[in-house]
């Protein structure tokens, strides 16, 4: 017999009995307080699954006395709007017309534009969900008539507090004891990844699954980690989870914080992502340590290799290596910078022809055109160096790169400094 799932049994009438959230639903929060005086805006909640979105929308809608409609963008058609559009003005729609438009971002920026008019003229409130970047996919002119706010994961402590409400209503409902250790209530907890729902679901699962002994369900800690395997692993290789996980392993690297970059690397590992480290982890040698450290690059080329070679789980082993290395190792951006600047002036239209001494001259009749004939050969003279413009006209003097502060480049200055006759800074 199919029974109603916990996640729907425990889902919130109220704000106050909303799992986490405590930045927005706090009392004297913005949006809390605008809420409590009946304001009601036009809104997009953004944040993964299973954080609340939903519940607070459905709260909102039903205090708001309007006429509620609910449209899912997986569904819904541009003749489902019309029929709400349809509804304002009506006997139905008289106290006003609430539009609660889950996973907004399927729709099309046609769907979309088709709700502009009402939305703007406040004939229809729109409340739309989305787990993916509406600053991506929301098209703008409606995005710019609403105001984003951001649904967190929930922490730890607010899943454990659904976890015990969960096994205490299963405890009632079903008249038995439920033996729960501490160990795996904390397990259900923390492996939900900030998803209330997943651990719901879970303890529905080992609820459904255990035996009863003398009026007792025992869950063991074996059973919940067979149902919550990977559950924590929250990763999309599309959504926003994925490129934050990516910087946060480079900002952790840039930081030189190798425990932080090791837990960065661990998640996108244990979600199963192998490419996307070893691009970021080439990326990070040449941009964030650089010239510092310049036998990073080999380095970290051959532990990538190694990586893709092995795959996982033994990858872990190489990409741990050289993540710790980038993350120990001096640091220099110079390089990097100095090709952005370069790049920017190109851009721009900063440039003019290359100097004729420095032209190609591997044919016939180069000469005729006066090209390489004034090049001086740099190996040719001391040091392998002689003075000439190497610049094109329009930017002599422009300075790209500019010499970190590390002990490998600071070497290098001072090397070329003496080279061409000037004095180093005192």
Request: net charge neutral.
């Amino acid at each position: 017999m199919a029974r109603t799932p916990l996640a729907q049994l425990l889902r919130p009438t109220g704000l106050d009995e909303v799992f986490g959230q405590r930045h927005l639903l706090e009392k004297g929060r913005v949006f809390r307080d605008m809420l409590d005086k009946g304001t009601i805006p036009n809104m997009i909640f953004y944040g993964p699954s299973g954080v609340g979105k939903t519940t607070v929308a459905r709260i909102i809608a039903e205090r708001s006395g309007m006429s509620l409609y609910k449209l899912n963008g997986t569904s819904a058609s541009t003749a489902d709007i019309k029929e709400v559009i349809a509804g304002v003005g009506t006997l139905t729609g008289a106290g006003g017309v609430l539009l609660y438009l889950d996973e907004i971002q399927y729709f099309n920026k046609k769907q979309q534009q088709s709700l502009l008019e009402t939305v703007e003229d406040g004939s229809i409130t729109l409340i739309a969900s989305t787990t993916e970047n509406p600053y991506f996919y929301v098209y703008n002119a409606l995005l710019s008539r609403c105001t984003v706010f951001e649904f967190k994961p929930l922490e730890s402590e607010d899943v454990r507090r659904a976890v015990d409400r969960a096994f205490a209503l299963l405890s009632q409902s079903e008249g038995v004891e439920y033996a729960v250790d501490e160990q795996t209530r904390q397990h259900l907890a923390l492996s939900a990844g900030g998803d209330v729902r997943k651990a719901l679901n879970a303890v529905d699962l080992l609820s459904a699954a255990a035996a009863v002994h003398d009026g007792v369900k025992t869950i063991e800690l074996d059973a919940a980690k067979q149902v919550t395997s990977r559950s924590a692993a929250r990763y999309d290789r599309e959504d926003d989870a994925h490129y934050d996980l990516l910087s946060g392993l480079q900002k952790s690297v840039r930081g030189s914080d190798p425990d932080a970059a090791l837990h960065y690397l661990a998640r996108l590992l244990v979600a199963g992502d192998l490419i996307s480290p070893c691009r970021r982890l080439l990326v990070i040698a040449s941009e964030d340590v650089g010239l510092a450290y310049p036998m990073a690059v080999s380095i970290v080329k051959s532990c990538v290799d190694s990586a893709l070679q092995l795959g996982l789980p033994e990858a872990r082993i190489p990409l741990a290596q050289a993540a710790v290395l980038l993350a120990t190792a001096p640091k220099s951006n110079a390089s990097y910078m100095g090709i952005n600047r370069a790049m920017a002036d190109v851009e721009a239209g900063k440039f003019s022809d290359v100097p004729q001494h420095l032209k190609g001259t591997g044919y016939s009749g180069a000469s005729k055109l006066g090209r390489g004939l004034d090049y001086k050969y740099a190996h040719d003279y001391p040091n392998h160096w002689v003075e000439q413009q190497y610049m094109p006209d329009a930017l002599i003097g422009r300075v790209y790169y500019e010499y970190g502060e590390n002990k490998t480049e600071q070497a290098a200055k001072a090397y070329w400094e003496a080279i061409k006759g000037k004095k180093p800074k005192e």
